[in-house]
């Protein structure tokens, strides 16, 4: 029996500074199958947002910043089948990024197995060594990919930044419950038109909850 259930409020910035040198742009699970017909698990509002992460992903190599893709992987066998059904099997045309948002020569992908594209994967070793500690975090499923890997980036203390333009989700409750966690605990939701990606010079830059607490102990 369906419920209607109030969305409580929860933040959404007007405007987040990034420093390019700092941040890094991920995109996941942006591949035929969840974004294209006759994909297997298409996602009905993630073809809408391919125009907003090919903005940001455009202003990003502009600024020289890192940009990370996320490719959702499986083989025979893999048990994730059994919850699913057969999706983004290795090497098909479901398991490619849809074309709009094809990688580029130099573009690190990230093939990973289950929802958190930390769980089993180099991507923590790679933010490190370039030393990011910012994610503007983009793509599908909201509440399931988006939210995992957001809440795993959040627990190694990377700042977070999703800008619910770039995300799709099944349905609005699932999307609203993502984005209300992400803003009340994870990090900061915005919009991708009111991301600035600024020279470390001249701009003043996103701080998380955490790092503006330090400040104030600070004194600063």
Known sequence: MARTVEVPEYGVQDSVRVDPSRTALIIGDMQNDFVKEPGALVVPSAQRTIPAIRN???????????????????RDGDPEWEIWGEHCREG?????????????????TIR?????????????????????????????????????????????????????????????FDMEASLSQTASLLGEVTSSEHIRIGEPETEEFYRS?????AARERGQ
């Not at 890997?149 to 799709?168: E, G, H, L, Y």
């Open 56 to 74: 940001l992903l455009d202003l990003a190599r502009e600024a020289e910043m890192r940009v990370v893709f996320v490719q959702d992987t499986h």
């Open 92 to 108: 098909s045309w479901g398991w490619q990024v849809v074309e709009e948002l094809a990688p580029g020569e130099d573009d690190p």
């Open 112 to 172: 990973k197995p289950r929802y958190d594209a930390f769980y089993g994967t180099q991507l923590e070793h790679m933010l490190r060594v370039w030393g990011v500690d910012t994610l503007i975090i983009c793509g599908t499923v909201a509440n399931i990919c988006v939210h995992y890997t957001a809440s795993s980036a959040a627990m190694r203390w990377f700042n977070v930044i999703v800008p619910k333009d770039c995300i799709s989700s099944f349905n609005d």
């Open 209 to 213: 909850k955490l790092e503006e607490a």
